[in-house]
């Protein structure tokens, strides 16, 4: 158990983040109260019956009084709705923060209803899963992985140090960037990756000359891999790509350039690009489990790549 950081805590939205910081912050200690609201009775029930927050309300104007810390953990489309609920009834210096995948969006909507009392600090937890709800929250699931808080031009370092504090003690590294910054990174290491997983299942589902039986039955791990990606939740996913627009765009522009030319290697028969791209990004792959980043990787307790005896200083395909 760590000291408090917070005397209490009001969580808005509690699917699969809100639920996983509740978790945190229930069994490490790190506040008094935990405040839960969402817009569902059923959700909140199921919030009250796992026993992750210390009140449950409906309004989550109720949720935020007296709060010294609230993060909305709500679809980014939602934030700017739920601030508007909020920002009268904030307690002069609180922190006020977010999950959301998308932060320049999120900052536009939210910041014109937060009071010019309370510290407005946006985040977001490179950590998660293709589940959603209350029941898919699991304590663990920031340990060493990135948060990135974009704290806006002129906000108390004060308030931000104290966030970076709450997120350390989940297990989570912490580092700043601008939203601009974070937006154009999460479009490429991200929200295009979705975008790709959920066109690639679309196409196979849409094919006329393979069943969808077939689909299933003779599905690759390559496939299965984009199939569980692809069952990631519509609303955020939709929520994502809306307001994280020109990133994206720009992101799929220099995809598409990239793939054609991989298409024309094809063409011409040019093994040479192809091989030489595919030991790029073999490299890249074997950086990212180096670096602990990959779960499936760390929960096997393969964190260290395997020597190949075919390929000298490297491992085998995986
Ligand atoms: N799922 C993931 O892997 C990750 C998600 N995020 C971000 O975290 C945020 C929350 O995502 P999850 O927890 O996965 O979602 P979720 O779908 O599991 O939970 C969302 C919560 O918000 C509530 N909600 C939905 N629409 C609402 C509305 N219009 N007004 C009020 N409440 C509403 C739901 O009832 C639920 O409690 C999103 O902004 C997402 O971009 C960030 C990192 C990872
Ligand atoms: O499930 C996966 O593979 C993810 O990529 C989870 C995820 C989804 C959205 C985020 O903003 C961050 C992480």
Redesign the pocket.
């Known amino acids: 158990m760590t000291t408090p950081l917070f005397d209490k805590v009001a969580l808005i939205?509690?699917?699969?983040?809100?639920s996983s910081i509740a978790l945190n912050i229930r069994d490490r200690g790190l506040a008094g109260e935990v405040a839960i609201a969402?817009?569902?009775p059923e959700?909140l029930k199921r919030a009250e019956e796992l026993k992750l927050g210390t009140s449950y309300h409906l309004d989550p104007a109720e949720a935020v009084a007296g709060a010294d810390l609230v993060i909305l953990?709500?679809?980014?489309g939602?934030c700017g709705a739920?601030a508007a609920a909020i920002g009268p009834h904030l307690k002069p210096g609180a922190i006020v923060s977010d999950?959301?995948?998308v932060k320049a969006a999120v900052v536009s909507a939210m910041q014109p209803h937060l009071p010019g009392h309370v510290h407005f600090v946006p985040g977001?937890?490179i950590?998660?899963?293709e589940q959603?709800?209350p029941d898919?929250g699991f304590l663990e699931l920031f340990e060493n992985r990135w948060t990135i808080l974009t704290p806006i031009e002129g906000t108390d370092p004060a308030a931000t140090e104290r966030l970076v504090r709450f997120w350390k003690a989940t297990g989570a590294m912490v580092e700043t960037m601008t939203a601009e910054h974070h937006d154009l990174v999460l479009a490429i290491v991200s929200h295009v990756p979705h975008l790709i997983a959920y066109n690639i299942v679309g196409t196979a589902a849409d094919l006329e000359t393979v069943t969808q039986s077939e689909v299933i039955k003779f599905s690759a791990s390559g496939f299965r891999d984009f199939t569980r990606i692809a069952a990631s939740?519509p609303?955020?996913w939709r929520d994502?790509f809306l307001n994280n627009r020109e990133a994206v765009l720009e992101m799929l522009a220099r995809f598409s350039e990239d793939l054609a030319s991989l298409q024309r290697a094809i063409r011409w028969a040019d093994g040479d690009t192809l091989f030489d791209l595919f030991t790029r990004t073999r490299a890249i792959r074997r950086s990212i489990v180096e670096a602990g980043q990959d779960t499936q990787e760390a929960n096997f307790g393969r964190l260290k790549p395997r020597k190949d005896p075919w390929n000298e200083g490297s491992a085998p395909g995986e």
């Open positions: 939205g509690i699917g699969l983040i809100g969402t817009r569902r959700t953990c709500l679809p980014v939602s739920a999950v959301g995948s977001h937890p950590a998660g899963t959603s709800g898919a939740d609303t955020m994502i």
